[in-house]
Nanobody
Framework: VQLQASGGGLVRPGGSLRLSCAAS????????VGWFRQAPGKERAFVAA????????QYADSVKGRFTVVRDVVKNTVYLRMNSLKPEDTAVYYCASARGSYGSNNYKDYNYWGQGTLVTVSS
């Protein structure tokens, strides 16, 4: 499975972005998909995850109520909608395919990773 994350960019505080994670060659339709982020000088951190059918989602406390993860089974794409962005959301965002069908907040449970997309929240 190859994953490609896109949609990052520069946005003002309070703004919104939608990240996309598309799979190539093989689908990840039977696998949970997670989003992680890594800010400069910090470790990679869990953001959100969605189960293989999209019926179950998980969020980090820091993004609950602001971020929403959904998946489009037909397009084989997972989206991360980010609202009310804050400067502390600035990071490289990665999507990853899990080994199992249900999401996890542990990066070790994911075996395929996209290349990352940079989100910068600044005025």
């Amino acid at each position: 499975v190859q994953l490609q994350a896109s949609g990052g960019g520069l946005v003002r505080p309070g703004g919104s972005l939608r990240l996309s994670c598309a799979a190539s060659r093989r689908t990840f339709s039977n696998n949970a998909v997670g989003w992680f982020r890594q800010a400069p000088g910090k470790e990679r951190a869990f953001v959100a995850a969605i189960s293989w059918r999209g019926s179950s989602t998980q969020y980090a406390d820091s993004v609950k109520g602001r971020f929403t993860v959904v998946r489009d089974v037909v397009k084989n794409t997972v989206y991360l909608r980010m609202n009310s962005l804050k400067p502390e959301d600035t990071a490289v965002y990665y999507c990853a395919s899990a080994r199992g069908s249900y999401g996890s907040n542990n990066y070790k449970d994911y075996n395929y990773w996209g290349q990352g997309t940079l989100v910068t929240v600044s005025s």
